[in-house]
């Protein structure tokens, strides 16, 4: 976890759609195909183990959120929302889903999480049926901007910013704290880590040359993933050649013509649209749709590479193993 | 199409051979702002102009798959959107009498969207490319939606004359339309963001097929409307002159609204909901001509077609290579003109 958060540099008016990619990856019903837990081959090389625990920071705790407002817990809150299926992921994987009252309607992972109440979207979060279930603390993007309404309403929230790959481990500190597990989330943010690490080593070692280019499609209108979302810092792992480059933000909304002129090796996109791509003006003439070496995900599938959480390895072992059957 | 009068006293204006001039000075000037600008979307993309430039003298099999599939087919679309939105402007103020009617006010594109998402998902089908039978399909869906919703703004507000109460049962009609297709949209949500980006205006996927459903339906419609130029005319003096001058009111009415649910529901099937064309291009027409409506209807479409050709080229040259939704640059645009109009309609009176 080596980036330092960036700042979004996109347009504004991209931002807040391009946020979207976060929680609405798909209707994801089908459990996932059994893959097995991460599972490191090789150990970590920069993590160092910790030897003594740390002592749990006993609530009350005050910790700023990434919108910059201070939050105070008098104790670990036993009344949770989460608006965000990747929150809802972290929280879980820290030992915090029972005390989950309410998710996002797209939140859907882990299974047991499908059958609590639903708070609205990102973009139309349920107050009402927030403050009816009287939680101690709310889980948001910081996309939701809802902070200051629910605290005149007497409830607390914390605003998560989860565009970078480093946001993924902030997330689990933030989390983890909250929680009270400081331990137990840095385990967590290691075995993240080292499982993205072992499988970005796993595909370098298949790797010969600069590697393939790419093209991440978030959506069709088109937005893409840039190489500053944690999308493209798992792409860059996987010793792939983003085409859509830094400074155009983290989920740009690109002239389509970018995508003909970059002639990307490899398109990854989702199942809706594979079959259309050729449909596109120009589109046909990509290498990537005339020689079909387009890897497309179901919902299920994509949801573990579009939501900056936990299950994160598990998606880019997907691309991999896609990466190994179109360019190989 | 019964509802041609026998004479007409327009027209025959005192200094007819300068006002001719004029027109045909405007046209020209039109015509030629269309020119510049379908060469500045062709040098003007995601490469520099430079590099635009030398393609266009020596094309390589990329560079010619970019200008001609991808940069040329999009202006000439824009242009035929545009188009179809300024006729369908040109035409709602002309039937309504009202200088503030337009596809966009009176809530026919909302209809059109409604239309359109509706038999999208009923085909489960994705707006990003589409095949030439779904391509119609939809459109005819649009096309019933834009239609249904006009009758829906009439009706509402008892009558096409109520200027004011027309504009508000077009805006509640508006709202209305658009909050189901939000509720559909959301029960759809893999397709959701996709929609609003689109919805709020795009002409990023224009190909050479929609270019020639979008000008295919502009020659259609463009026929019976400069036929009814004259009722229009007449409807201009007020209802019970045109029916002394003897036009068929509800039926070159109904003739008239269909033509603007046909352009307006292709125009949305195309390029999504653009606002304010339609308002823009008649009033920029009479701002600087004194005409009737024969003229109008073949000058606000060129102005139409101008002006969303240079709001496409706006969006995707700001942020290049990233693009702004062309439905916000004309809704910027548009909505400050509009707020002129109102302040200078009140300042006056």
């Given at each position: 976890?080596?980036?330092?958060?960036r700042?979004a540099?996109?347009?504004?008016?991209?931002v807040l759609r391009a946020?979207?990619a976060?929680?609405?990856?798909?209707?994801?019903?089908?459990?996932?195909?059994?893959?097995?837990?991460?599972?490191?081959?090789?150990p970590?090389?920069?993590s160092?183990?910790?030897?003594?625990?740390?002592p749990?920071?006993?609530?009350?705790i005050t910790l700023?959120d990434?919108?910059?407002r201070e939050?105070?817990l008098?104790?670990?809150?036993?009344?949770?929302?989460s608006?965000?299926p990747?929150l809802?992921e972290?929280?879980?994987?820290?030992?915090g889903?029972s005390r989950?009252?309410a998710?996002?309607?797209?939140?859907?992972?882990?299974p047991?999480v499908?059958?609590?109440?639903?708070?609205g979207g990102?973009?139309?979060?349920?107050?009402?049926?927030?403050?009816r279930l009287?939680p101690?603390?709310?889980?948001?993007?910081?996309s939701?901007r809802?902070s200051d309404?629910l605290?005149?309403?007497?409830v607390?929230?914390?605003?998560l910013d989860?565009?970078?790959y480093a946001a993924?481990?902030?997330t689990?500190?933030a989390?983890g704290q909250?929680?009270?597990v400081?331990?137990?989330a840095?385990?967590?943010?290691?075995?993240?880590?080292?499982?993205?690490?072992?499988?970005?080593?796993?595909?370098?070692?298949h790797?010969h040359?600069?590697g393939?280019?790419?093209y991440?499609?978030v959506?069709?209108?088109?937005?893409?993933?840039g190489?500053?979302?944690?999308?493209?810092?798992?792409?860059?792992r996987?010793?792939t050649?983003?085409?859509?480059t830094?400074?155009?933000?983290?989920?740009p909304?690109l002239?389509?013509?970018?995508?003909?002129r970059h002639?990307?090796?490899v398109?990854?996109?989702s199942e809706i649209?594979?079959?259309?791509?050729?449909e596109r003006?120009?589109?046909?003439?990509i290498?990537?749709?005339?020689e079909?070496r387009?890897c497309?995900?179901?919902?299920?599938?994509?949801?573990?590479m579009?939501r900056?959480?936990p299950?994160v390895?598990?998606g880019?072992?997907?691309?991999?193993?896609c990466?190994?059957?179109v360019?190989? | 199409?019964?509802?041609?009068p026998?004479?007409?006293?327009?027209?025959a204006?005192p200094c007819?051979a300068?006002a001719?001039?004029?027109?045909?000075?405007?046209?020209?000037?039109?015509?030629?702002?269309?020119?510049v600008l379908?060469?500045?979307?062709?040098v003007i993309?995601?490469?520099?102009?430079?590099t635009?430039?030398?393609?266009?003298?020596?094309?390589?099999?990329?560079?010619?798959?970019?200008?001609?599939?991808?940069r040329?087919p999009?202006?000439?679309?824009?242009w035929c959107?545009?188009?179809l939105l300024?006729?369908?402007?040109?035409?709602a103020?002309?039937?309504?009498?009202?200088?503030?009617?337009?596809?966009?006010l009176?809530?026919t594109?909302?209809?059109?969207?409604?239309?359109?998402?509706?038999s999208?998902?009923?085909?489960?089908?994705?707006?990003?490319?589409?095949?030439?039978?779904?391509?119609?399909?939809v459109?005819g869906?649009?096309?019933v939606?834009a239609?249904?919703?006009?009758?829906l703004?009439?009706?509402?507000?008892?009558?096409?004359?109520q200027?004011r109460?027309l504009?508000?049962?077009?805006?509640?009609?508006?709202?209305?339309?658009g909050?189901?297709?939000q509720?559909?949209?959301?029960s759809?949500?893999e397709?959701?963001?996709?929609?609003?980006t689109?919805?709020f205006?795009s002409?990023?996927f224009?190909s050479?097929s929609s270019?020639?459903?979008?000008?295919g339906v502009?020659?259609?419609c463009?026929?019976p409307?400069?036929?009814?130029?004259?009722?229009?005319?007449?409807?201009?003096?007020?209802?019970?002159?045109?029916q002394?001058l003897?036009?068929?009111?509800?039926?070159?009415?109904?003739?008239?609204?269909?033509?603007v649910s046909?352009?307006?529901?292709?125009?949305?099937g195309?390029?999504?909901?653009?606002g304010?064309?339609g308002?823009?291009?008649?009033?920029?027409?009479?701002e600087?001509?004194?005409i009737?409506?024969r003229?109008?209807l073949?000058?606000?479409?060129l102005?139409?077609g101008?002006?969303?050709?240079?709001a496409d080229?706006?969006s995707?040259?700001?942020?290049?290579?990233?693009?702004?939704p062309?439905g916000?640059?004309?809704?910027?645009?548009?909505?400050?003109?509009?707020?002129?109009?109102?302040?200078?309609?009140s300042?006056?009176?």
């Amino acid at each position: 976890m080596s980036r330092t958060s960036r700042a979004a540099r996109a347009a504004p008016l991209c931002v807040l759609r391009a946020l979207l990619a976060l929680v609405l990856p798909g209707a994801a019903h089908a459990a996932l195909p059994s893959q097995a837990d991460p599972g490191p081959p090789i150990p970590a090389p920069t993590s160092s183990p910790t030897p003594a625990p740390i002592p749990a920071p006993r609530h009350p705790i005050t910790l700023r959120d990434d919108s910059g407002r201070e939050v105070h817990l008098a104790q670990v809150p036993q009344r949770i929302v989460s608006m965000l299926p990747s929150l809802t992921e972290t929280l879980c994987a820290l030992g915090g889903c029972s005390r989950l009252v309410a998710t996002d309607r797209y939140s859907d992972w882990p299974p047991e999480v499908r059958a609590l109440p639903k708070a609205g979207g990102l973009e139309d979060v349920q107050i009402e049926q927030i403050v009816r279930l009287r939680p101690d603390l709310v889980l948001l993007s910081r996309s939701q901007r809802i902070s200051d309404r629910l605290r005149e309403l007497g409830v607390e929230s914390v605003a998560l910013d989860t565009q970078t790959y480093a946001a993924i481990a902030r997330t689990v500190t933030a989390i983890g704290q909250i929680l009270g597990v400081p331990a137990r989330a840095a385990a967590l943010e290691q075995r993240i880590d080292a499982a993205v690490r072992a499988v970005g080593a796993q595909a370098l070692a298949h790797r010969h040359g600069a590697g393939p280019t790419v093209y991440f499609e978030v959506d069709a209108a088109p937005y893409a993933a840039g190489a500053d979302s944690f999308i493209g810092e798992l792409l860059t792992r996987l010793g792939t050649r983003n085409i859509v480059t830094p400074d155009l933000g983290p989920f740009p909304r690109l002239n389509p013509e970018y995508v003909v002129r970059h002639d990307p090796d490899v398109i990854l996109v989702s199942e809706i649209q594979a079959p259309h791509l050729a449909e596109r003006p120009g589109w046909d003439r990509i290498r990537a749709v005339r020689e079909q070496r387009v890897c497309s995900f179901a919902p299920a599938v994509r949801d573990t590479m579009v939501r900056p959480g936990p299950r994160v390895a598990q998606g880019m072992r997907a691309i991999e193993s896609c990466l190994e059957r179109v360019a190989p | 199409m019964s509802a041609r009068p026998a004479t007409l006293p327009f027209g025959a204006a005192p200094c007819e051979a300068a006002a001719a001039q004029r027109f045909a000075v405007w046209l020209l000037s039109c015509i030629a702002v269309t020119f510049v600008l379908t060469f500045g979307s062709l040098v003007i993309g995601t490469s520099s102009i430079g590099t635009s430039m030398r393609w266009i003298l020596s094309p390589d099999a990329q560079s010619s798959v970019v200008l001609w599939q991808i940069r040329l087919p999009r202006t000439i679309g824009a242009w035929c959107a545009g188009a179809l939105l300024g006729l369908a402007g040109a035409i709602a103020q002309g039937v309504f009498r009202n200088p503030l009617a337009e596809p966009y006010l009176l809530g026919t594109a909302s209809g059109a969207a409604l239309g359109l998402t509706i038999s999208l998902i009923a085909a489960d089908a994705s707006i990003g490319g589409l095949a030439w039978a779904t391509k119609l399909g939809v459109t005819g869906a649009a096309c019933v939606g834009a239609a249904g919703a006009t009758l829906l703004t009439i009706s509402l507000a008892r009558g096409v004359l109520q200027t004011r109460s027309l504009l508000l049962a077009g805006v509640v009609v508006a709202f209305l339309l658009g909050a189901i297709l939000q509720l559909l949209l959301l029960s759809r949500f893999e397709i959701w963001r996709t929609m609003q980006t689109f919805l709020f205006g795009s002409t990023a996927f224009i190909s050479w097929s929609s270019v020639g459903l979008l000008g295919g339906v502009l020659c259609i419609c463009i026929v019976p409307a400069a036929l009814l130029s004259r009722g229009l005319d007449a409807l201009t003096l007020g209802e019970d002159t045109a029916q002394s001058l003897g036009v068929s009111l509800p039926m070159v009415r109904l003739t008239l609204l269909g033509i603007v649910s046909l352009a307006t529901a292709t125009s949305v099937g195309q390029v999504g909901v653009v606002g304010f064309v339609g308002l823009i291009a008649p009033h920029l027409v009479r701002e600087t001509l004194s005409i009737n409506h024969r003229r109008l209807l073949i000058a606000a479409p060129l102005c139409g077609g101008a002006l969303l050709q240079a709001a496409d080229l706006a969006s995707r040259w700001v942020i290049r290579p990233a693009e702004l939704p062309v439905g916000a640059v004309t809704a910027c645009v548009g909505g400050s003109y509009l707020v002129f109009l109102l302040w200078r309609r009140s300042r006056n009176g």
